[in-house]
């Protein structure tokens, strides 16, 4: 029997907000605000994934507005997120039942391709994790002391999401003690004693974080567009 | 006294050459062929820098044809390619003489902005060499065996070019053996017993290597005209 799926897409802790700035992933790039993107990459997954938003709460009202300005019905739960991402994580992990399978990812994905998503789930309910990663593009050097030392770089690979993992392994991965060194889902899943299973990822599937970002992000949903 | 500046934009040895398509550095962004916004990127830096172009010979043609379309009146030299990128380099660094500032860079990053090669040659000229370098954005891992393990990002840079270098130490160091561990010139450098500096690089300063990545450099040119 097909497991059930959930979508935890995490969407900004709290923590280090600027007031004045609305956070990133709810500026409109190709037409809609970035977390509707996202979501829509979802649903054009499955119409059955049961997706949980974790938002702060202070942004709920915010979200509710937006979706009735953009007519926005794909259906959805909210989550009060958590001061860290690691928290925001922890409690949305808490709507998770168990003996499911849950794509954590990132809100300021919305480049995700449905294909990823799905790749990831089918890869997680056989292996326990499947992380989406991808091959590095530019050489790499390590800061070692006072100086920087050239490495081989087809031995690294960088970390995006979704993150798809069996339910009870990733609930009971986050009962670890939260350090800055968690930095993903995945570092918690290791830290509880699980080898976490890459699958390739996507150069396109960017995360959005400066300015600049949302530019290319435009230009890529727009390309899609035609 | 200043040394004299040199830049070597290197486009694209011929080995792995599609014949059927028409290699990034002359497709059109903004409105112009990539390798122009590179040139004129240097040329915003400096009238007096001196432009050595990398081509394979067999382009030649085909961009002194671009130049007159395009009506591209920037002065530059063109020396012919070798087989590989090592070779490519090798060849133009025949043409820079001892005692001054050489400037290499990828012909397909368009983005690199002038400010970013002010400093590789100021910082060449203290140090012997001025590496462009950004942190990870993303979390990383390294491939141990048949696993993988989550490293601390924080000591890791990804490399750029620009690359600056002082043009004895790197004409000197590019008498080494070529192998395919030497991806870049600081590695090059590093071979010949030099310690590198790394200098911020930018995060819009990206290399075209795929489809998707004409479509973002044409947005971020586009959203500089404004």
């Known amino acids: 029997m097909k ?81 860290t991402r690691f928290q925001s994580v922890k409690k949305g992990l808490e709507q998770v039942p168990d003996n499911s399978l849950v794509c954590i990812h990132d809100g300021v994905r919305p480049l995700v391709h449905e294909n990823l998503i799905a790749a990831s789930f089918r890869l997680a309910a056989i292996h326990g994790s499947a992380v989406a990663a991808v091959r590095l593009k530019e050489s790499i050097r390590m800061i070692d002391q006072d100086k920087t030392q050239a490495l081989d770089r087809s031995r690294f690979r960088l970390i995006q999401t979704p993150q798809t993992f069996q339910s009870d392994l990733i609930k009971k991965a986050y009962q670890v003690k939260e350090d800055s060194s968690l930095t993903d ?19 396109e599937n960017i995360k959005i974080t400066t300015a600049e970002d949302l530019v290319i992000a435009d230009a890529l949903l727009q390309s899609h567009k035609k």
């Open 3 to 83: 497991m059930e799926e959930y979508a935890l897409v995490v969407a900004g802790g709290k923590g280090t907000r600027i007031k004045s700035h609305l956070p990133k992933q709810f500026l409109e790039v190709a037409g809609l605000p970035v977390l509707m993107h996202t979501l829509h990459a979802f649903n054009r997954y499955s119409s059955t994934v049961q997706i949980i938003l974790v938002l702060p709460e202070d942004d709920f009202g915010l979200w509710k507005d937006l979706c009735q300005r953009y007519d926005f019905q794909l259906p959805h739960r909210l989550q009060a997120g958590g001061e």
């Open 185 to 203: 889902d995945a570092s918690v899943a290791e830290r509880a004693g699980h080898t976490i299973s890459l699958f390739e990822g996507s150069y």
